[in-house]
């Protein structure tokens, strides 16, 4: 059983920035590639960004380029995604996610987090 566990979600003003984190077991960690989705209100589940499981390769989607970075904290089996010039479309429910191989990191693995919150303000 693979297990992800989110934190850092919260309430924020335009322009601002937050520090989203996903911890995991040492085997998942070390194993998978590690992604972030995220879920706005009456829309569907897409993705924002992926990371091998060397460290060595990401992946970011368009809307989020250039404002949002993924990385990994190998001592602490933890995956973040430090995300600044925070926007109100980035408002979204944020999932993490595993998969096999970072060449399909875009379609979603089988196993996904709870989630956080990131709300962001006008």
């Known amino acids: 059983q693979v297990q992800l566990v989110e934190s850092g979600g919260g309430l924020v003003q335009a322009g601002g920035s937050l520090r989203l984190s996903c911890a995991t077991s040492?085997?998942?960690?070390?194993?998978?590639?590690l992604a972030w989705f995220r879920q706005a209100p009456g829309k569907e589940r897409e993705f924002v960004a992926g990371?091998?499981?060397?460290?060595?390769?990401?992946d970011y989607a368009d809307s989020v380029k250039g404002r949002f970075t993924i990385s990994r904290d190998n001592p602490k089996n933890t995956m973040c995604l430090q995300m600044n010039s925070l926007i109100p479309e980035d408002t979204a429910v944020y999932y993490c996610?595993?998969?096999?191989?970072?060449?399909?990191?875009?379609?979603?693995?089988?196993?996904w987090g709870q989630g956080t919150q990131v709300t962001v303000s006008s």
């Open positions: 040492r085997r998942t960690y070390s194993s998978y590639a």
């Open positions: 996610n595993t998969n096999v191989l970072m060449s399909l990191i875009r379609k979603g693995g089988r196993y």
């Open positions: 990371i091998s499981a060397s460290g060595g390769s990401t």
